[in-house]
Nanobody, 122 residues
Framework: QVQLVESGGGLVQAGGSLRLSCATS????????MAWYRQAPGNQRELVAT???????TYADSVKGRFTISRDNAQNTVYLQMNSLKPEDTAVYYC????????????????WGQGTQVTVSS
């Protein structure tokens, strides 16, 4: 069973930094794009950043210049370095991985982590 396990969330003051990690384990053939999403209370889940296998990245406008997504393909892990945090960054952060599970099939499936809480105090 493929599993994504996040870590690194917590409570930080505005202007501070946190680094989230998400490790993927289980039987699979290949991980394609990995991403971070977040969901604040009462809001829909929103895309924060993506990174491809070749380390091309995209960011939501609200985090550009403050957050950096990266990945370690050997460790099947994606990271989110969050700097200059603001109270509006408070949310549960989820990692997502697009996975090709079998070499004999091109079918892709998205898997989610359990989420990690990030709280930024003013």
């Amino acid at each position: 069973q493929v599993q994504l396990v996040e870590s690194g969330g917590g409570l930080v003051q505005a202007g501070g930094s946190l680094r989230l990690s998400c490790a993927t384990s289980g039987p699979f053939f290949r991980i394609n794009t990995m991403a971070w999403y977040r969901q604040a209370p009462g809001n829909q889940r929103e895309l924060v950043a993506t990174v491809t296998t070749g380390s091309s990245t995209t960011y939501a406008d609200s985090v550009k210049g403050r957050f950096t997504i990266s990945r370690d393909n050997a460790q099947n892990t994606v990271y989110l370095q969050m700097n200059s945090l603001k109270p509006e960054d408070t949310a549960v952060y989820y990692c997502n991985a697009e996975i090709r599970q079998y070499a004999i099939s091109a079918a892709l499936r998205h898997y989610w982590g359990q989420g990690t809480q990030v709280t930024v105090s003013s």
